[in-house]
């Protein structure tokens, strides 16, 4: 292979060139938000080549699949089987549920929540990086996608979209070191943020006081409070709870509950839409009239109606 530094009337002088090159486009990339266009048109181009290098690891799926025996694909069919009739089962005991809560809610007058709409998606390729949990998936401005969405996968949440370009979407998992998010105990309520810790296996729970309520096996939901994660969804699951005698914060490590290295297929959500508020005359209040207050042509509860001039 040919050098490519070794050459030239002036030694060194085409390396001087990249570094400088590659300093500059640095420096804009950080001062300048125009270069997330640039970004995005080059995450454009190079979407074909993400695809032809998805498709040996397509073409292996599609071969063990094609080249599995009958007894591994009559086991697998018996365990889909289960898993179909132990999910049916908690969907019905989730329909009561459902229907109960729905009762309560109406009772208390609390608005009903809507479900959030999504699509799904597919996994392209992952960062290479150790240090970076990124990776691509093959949903794009065309899709809908848009910065800020979250995504999730079969157990729960994953990450949320990091950069968008036409065809592919770049997401930032729960498990990268610069990623927070607010979550809650679902036991209790109790709120607290939790942020990655570079492992896959393992997150942060933030600033715990040391005679919080929290406990090994509860599970961390999004609280919904930034207003980016809807709330309810799974994040983690606490593992270990070290109270330090003397500080005033414990030390507490959660496990995603999301299978962040082995799954291929999300889901991305998009925000509820807003409840239509019906055209009624019941809705129209007189900003001027305060509560209790009655008009003259209103009766008030337990009196009779005056009409005439007779009446004394």
């Given at each position: 292979?040919?050098?490519?530094f070794?050459?030239?009337?002036v030694?060194g002088?085409?390396?001087f060139?990249?570094v400088?090159a590659?300093?500059v486009?640095m420096?804009?990339d950080?001062?300048f938000t125009r270069?997330?266009?640039v970004?995005?048109?080059?995450?454009?181009?190079?979407?074909?080549i993400?695809?032809l290098v998805?498709?040996?690891s397509?073409v292996?799926a599609?071969g063990s699949l094609a080249?599995?025996d009958?007894?591994?694909?009559?086991?697998?069919?018996q365990?889909l089987?289960?898993?179909i009739l132990h999910?049916?089962?908690?969907?019905q005991?989730?329909?009561s549920?459902?229907?109960e809560?729905?009762?309560?809610?109406?009772?208390?007058?609390?608005?009903?929540?809507?479900?959030?709409?999504?699509i799904t998606a597919?996994l392209l390729?992952l960062d290479?990086?150790?240090?970076?949990?990124?990776?691509?998936?093959?949903?794009?401005?065309r899709?809908?996608?848009y910065?800020?969405?979250p995504v999730?996968?079969?157990?729960?949440l994953?990450?949320q979209?990091t950069?968008v370009?036409a065809y592919?979407s770049?997401?930032l998992?729960?498990?990268?070191a610069?990623h927070?998010l607010p979550?809650?105990?679902?036991?209790?309520?109790?709120?607290?943020?939790l942020?990655?810790s570079?492992h896959?296996?393992?997150l942060r729970v933030?600033?715990v006081?040391?005679t919080a309520?929290?406990?090994?096996?509860d599970l961390l939901v999004t609280?919904?409070?930034?207003?980016?994660f809807p709330?309810?969804?799974p994040?983690?699951?606490?593992t270990?709870?070290?109270?330090?005698?003397?500080q005033?914060?414990?030390?507490?490590t959660a496990?995603?509950?999301a299978?962040?290295?082995?799954?291929?297929?999300?889901?991305?959500l998009f925000?509820p839409e807003p409840?239509?508020v019906?055209d009624?005359?019941?809705?129209d209040?007189?900003?001027?009239?305060?509560?209790?207050?009655?008009?003259s042509t209103e009766?008030?509860?337990?009196?009779?109606a005056v009409h005439?001039?007779?009446?004394?």
């Amino acid at each position: 292979m040919k050098p490519l530094f070794s050459h030239g009337p002036v030694p060194g002088y085409r390396m001087f060139v990249c570094v400088l090159a590659a300093s500059v486009l640095m420096f804009a990339d950080h001062r300048f938000t125009r270069m997330e266009e640039v970004r995005a048109q080059l995450s454009t181009v190079v979407a074909p080549i993400q695809w032809l290098v998805a498709v040996p690891s397509d073409v292996l799926a599609w071969g063990s699949l094609a080249l599995s025996d009958q007894r591994a694909l009559v086991e697998e069919n018996q365990r889909l089987r289960e898993q179909i009739l132990h999910l049916s089962h908690r969907v019905q005991h989730m329909s009561s549920l459902t229907a109960e809560n729905v009762r309560l809610r109406e009772l208390l007058g609390a608005a009903a929540r809507k479900e959030s709409p999504y699509i799904t998606a597919e996994l392209l390729s992952l960062d290479p990086d150790p240090f970076n949990h990124q990776m691509v998936i093959d949903r794009g401005r065309r899709n809908g996608v848009y910065v800020g969405q979250p995504v999730l996968d079969a157990s729960g949440l994953v990450g949320q979209v990091t950069a968008v370009s036409a065809y592919s979407s770049r997401v930032l998992m729960v498990a990268d070191a610069s990623h927070a998010l607010p979550v809650q105990i679902n036991r209790n309520d109790l709120r607290f943020i939790l942020q990655g810790s570079g492992h896959y296996d393992e997150l942060r729970v933030l600033h715990v006081p040391d005679t919080a309520d929290i406990r090994k096996g509860d599970l961390l939901v999004t609280s919904g409070l930034a207003g980016r994660f809807p709330a309810g969804y799974p994040v983690a699951r606490i593992t270990e709870v070290v109270h330090d005698p003397g500080q005033p914060f414990a030390r507490v490590t959660a496990a995603p509950v999301a299978l962040l290295q082995r799954s291929r297929h999300f889901l991305l959500l998009f925000p509820p839409e807003p409840m239509a508020v019906p055209d009624d005359e019941s809705w129209d209040i007189d900003p001027d009239r305060l509560p209790g207050e009655q008009t003259s042509t209103e009766q008030a509860p337990g009196t009779d109606a005056v009409h005439g001039e007779g009446a004394d």
